[in-house]
């Protein structure tokens, strides 16, 4: 069974950044990719960022730029360094694990909120 813990989300002005963590623990040697969603107000939850074990990437187009997802490997933690955040990003972002690069998997984490607002 797989277990993420996420950390970081906070308030920001616009502008600002923030770094989002998940760590991933009894993490399955078939977990190829990982990745951030996020689900704001009213709204479905939307695919953020993905990243494979070798270095696969996907993106929204809304983040392209701004938005930079990494992984440690021997940490089993995936991060998302998120710069000149605006109010749109505010959100809950959810970690996953599992799936490929376009589809999340089974994992998902608890949430951290982030808002964007002056």
């Known amino acids: 069974q797989v277990q993420l813990v996420e950390s970081g989300g906070d308030l920001v002005q616009p502008g600002g950044s923030l770094r989002l963590s998940c760590a991933a623990s009894?993490?399955?040697?078939?977990?190829?990719?990982m990745g951030w969603y996020r689900q704001a107000p009213g709204k479905q939850r939307e695919m953020v960022a993905r990243?494979?074990?070798?270095?696969?990437?996907n993106y929204v187009s809304s983040v392209k730029g701004r938005f930079t997802i990494s992984r440690d490997n021997a940490k089993n933690t995936v991060y998302l360094q998120m710069n000149s955040l605006k109010p749109e990003d505010t959100a809950v972002y959810y970690c996953?694990?599992?799936?490929?690069?376009?589809?999340?998997?089974?994992?998902w984490g608890q949430g951290t909120q982030v808002t964007v607002s002056s």
């Open positions: 990243i494979s074990t070798s270095g696969g990437l």
């Open positions: 996953n694990a599992g799936g490929d690069l376009w589809r999340p998997g089974s994992y």
């Open positions: 009894a993490i399955s040697f078939s977990i190829n990719v």
